[in-house]
């Protein structure tokens, strides 16, 4: 199966924002070891979620100037915007967790950035295979079960934060970084459903 032709560059920028997005997600991964400065941490994030706005910004700005596309111009822009919001998640995350100056995080986060991490490589081998939508059937079947293991720890991670632990204040601060860490791997699925449309569509 074959996506109808257009201008390959679009290919080569969702590869882009993947892989930059998969950067984002590497370095929150750091953020979580012992030792780690996360303060030190945040302008690199920032600076690719930058990175990241101007993929998404050139590939709207080649949409909008008429450019030839590969598939829908609909689903161009909600491809793009679907990995920018993932980004956007992921920054906030980290911010987060410097501004309400969380210390130690509940092992469970740890769970959930794993699970955005293996999300962020899934999604990064899927971009080039757009060309073709050649064996992508195995990516969105994947992130749909990363996001239901995600979905059954962020359930647990509620527990134990309301589990009397924490106090009042920790909870709050604790919810609001878990909450939208799940809200990131809720967009790798909801960018894996925007890539099996695609390619259904076909």
């Given at each position: 199966?074959?996506?109808?032709?257009?201008?390959?560059?679009?290919?080569?920028l969702f590869t882009a924002a993947a892989l930059n997005l998969r950067d984002g997600v590497r370095v929150l991964s750091e953020a979580l070891a012992p030792d780690a400065d996360?303060?030190?941490?945040?302008?690199?994030?920032?600076?690719?979620?930058?990175?990241?706005?101007?993929?998404?910004?050139?590939?709207?700005?080649?949409?909008?100037?008429?450019?030839?596309?590969?598939?829908?111009?609909?689903?161009?822009?909600?491809?793009?915007?679907?990995?920018?919001?993932?980004?956007?998640?992921?920054?906030?995350?980290?911010?987060?967790?410097?501004?309400?100056?969380?210390?130690?995080?509940?092992?469970?986060?740890?769970?959930?950035?794993?699970?955005?991490?293996?999300?962020?490589?899934?999604?990064?081998?899927?971009?080039?295979?757009?060309?073709?939508?050649?064996?992508?059937?195995?990516?969105?079947?994947?992130?749909?079960?990363?996001?239901?293991?995600?979905?059954?720890?962020?359930?647990?991670?509620?527990?134990?934060?309301?589990?009397?632990?924490?106090?009042?204040?920790?909870?709050?601060?604790?919810?609001?970084?878990?909450?939208?860490?799940?809200?990131?791997?809720?967009?790798?699925?909801?960018?894996?459903?925007?890539?099996?449309?695609?390619?259904?569509?076909?």
């Amino acid at each position: 199966m074959r996506l109808s032709s257009g201008d390959s560059i679009f290919y080569d920028l969702f590869t882009a924002a993947a892989l930059n997005l998969r950067d984002g997600v590497r370095v929150l991964s750091e953020a979580l070891a012992p030792d780690a400065d996360r303060a030190a941490l945040v302008p690199r994030l920032k600076d690719i979620e930058h990175a990241g706005d101007e993929h998404t910004h050139d590939i709207v700005r080649r949409v909008n100037s008429g450019a030839k596309t590969p598939f829908h111009r609909d689903d161009i822009y909600r491809l793009a915007g679907g990995i920018d919001d993932v980004l956007d998640d992921v920054e906030a995350a980290l911010d987060l967790m410097v501004l309400y100056r969380i210390k130690e995080m509940p092992t469970g986060i740890a769970a959930v950035v794993d699970v955005l991490d293996r999300a962020a490589d899934l999604t990064a081998e899927a971009m080039p295979r757009l060309r073709t939508a050649n064996e992508l059937t195995k990516y969105w079947i994947e992130i749909n079960r990363l996001e239901n293991e995600a979905d059954q720890t962020y359930r647990r991670l509620l527990a134990h934060i309301f589990s009397g632990e924490y106090d009042a204040l920790t909870v709050h601060k604790l919810k609001d970084v878990i909450e939208i860490l799940e809200s990131a791997v809720d967009g790798f699925e909801r960018v894996a459903n925007i890539v099996e449309q695609i390619a259904l569509k076909q």
